[in-house]
């Protein structure tokens, strides 16, 4: 498993401070000469002892980056996701139309977005929810997801606003070839064969040459969403690429799109709730993702994110309303529930960072609760 401790802490070695310099002794008084007293000579100055050099500054140990903190209130994340979700229902349309893209709305949308995960995770949480609203399209509503996903990895892996921007709209696009193609596909997903099979893996290919025609104003967009099917080991599609040669942010991508497709499935495969999914990711990560980009989404989603139902040590049922970024397991927790599940009369609220006797044990299943 991922941890966060697997962060490799920098160790600073103190400089031992230098001997001091021995003093010279004093020098013997002069004998008497025969005849008058020669004047004294003048005393030789003393030599300063050798300044030491000061030690090295220490080097700060290295840490994950901490997401971008910028001043101004955040804005209004659910209205925000379902502007972007609207807008993308227009793209759809332009996969079977020639008119012009929309490229000035979508990149002030994507801004904002940004802008909105740089003052806080709001806006990752809406998008994490897992539950679509009733008659969305799919593509749409999980295309943006997508695209919030891999800008709050992006966030975590110290990108700068127009990183994250590139990111955004290549996120936002990555499936539009899969509008060209059945709709019935995406249900079968699981069991595709043959034909079906080879038209979905190249789906990355038709969505690229797709964009292409769109003319964005940076290409660097098109290879993203080429490459966004690639994994580590050669496993991926279209082409196979492997590790180095698999673009960067195709990587925060295909993480992202992996995510999202665990939580919230196209075909009627069980969907994972978010710390399954993670554990999931976490469990491939030498053959799929690298594991900085594995540890940025564990940094932001935990094992136990908010919302889930865990069990404690104690037996108490509680809440998990808020993660300790340096302590993913170890989450703020209210507790409603006492050890023989009855319903607290006022939930409690502790945190297990500060309680080292407590811990979680594992989720609450459904039908248990």
């Known amino acids: 498993m991922v941890r966060m401790s697997d962060l490799v802490r920098g160790v600073v ?43 090295p500054a220490p080097a700060p140990p290295p840490r994950a980056v901490e997401p971008v903190i910028s001043t101004g209130p955040s ?23 020639p008119r012009d893209f929309p490229w000035p709305r979508l990149e002030a949308l994507v801004d904002r977005a940004v802008t909105s995960l740089e003052r806080s995770p709001d806006l990752f949480w809406v998008a994490n929810n897992p539950a679509a609203p009733p008659g969305v399209d799919y593509l749409a509503f999980h295309q943006a997801r997508v695209a ?27 499936d539009v070839g899969l509008w060209q193609m059945p709709e019935t596909l995406l249900r079968r997903i699981d069991s595709l064969t043959g034909e079906e099979l080879a038209a979905y893996r190249g789906h990355p290919r038709v969505s ?7 003319a964005p104003s940076n290409e660097h967009i098109i290879q993203i969403v080429l490459e966004h099917h690639e994994r580590e080991q050669g496993q991926g599609f279209p082409q196979g690429l492997t ?28 969907r994972l709730r978010p ?17 900085p980009l594995i540890k940025a989404l564990l940094s932001e989603i935990s094992v136990f994110p908010p919302g889930t139902v865990v069990r404690l040590n104690t037996e108490e049922i509680g809440r998990v309303v808020a993660v300790n970024r340096n302590h993913p397991l170890r989450p703020r927790i209210e507790v409603v529930a006492d050890s023989r599940g009855n319903r607290l009369p006022t939930p409690k609220m502790i945190d297990l960072s500060e309680s080292p006797f407590l811990y979680v044990t594992g989720p609450v299943s459904e039908g248990s609760r």
Request: charged content about 25%.
């Open 75 to 97: 804005e209004d994340s659910e209205p925000l996701l379902g502007q972007l979700q609207d807008l993308l229902l227009e793209v759809r349309d332009l996969v079977r139309t």
């Open 275 to 291: 710390h399954e999914a993670v554990r999931d990711i976490v469990k491939s990560r030498h053959e799929s993702f690298p594991s």
């Open 208 to 214: 690229a040459d797709i964009v292409r025609r769109w």
């Open 243 to 270: 590790t180095a040669a698999i673009n960067a942010d195709a990587k925060v991508l295909g993480l992202a799109d992996t995510y999202t497709s665990l939580t919230l499935p196209p075909s009627a495969r069980p």
């Open 13 to 55: 070695r103190e400089v031992p401070p230098r001997p001091a310099e021995r003093a010279p002794d004093p020098a013997a008084e002069p004998a008497p000469a025969a005849g008058p007293a020669a004047p004294p000579a003048p005393p030789r100055p003393r030599p300063e002892p050798a300044a030491a050099p000061p030690p």
């Open 148 to 174: 919030v996903m891999a800008m709050r990895i992006g966030v975590n892996t110290g990108y700068d606003h127009r990183r994250l921007h590139t990111l955004g709209l290549a996120g936002c696009l990555i």
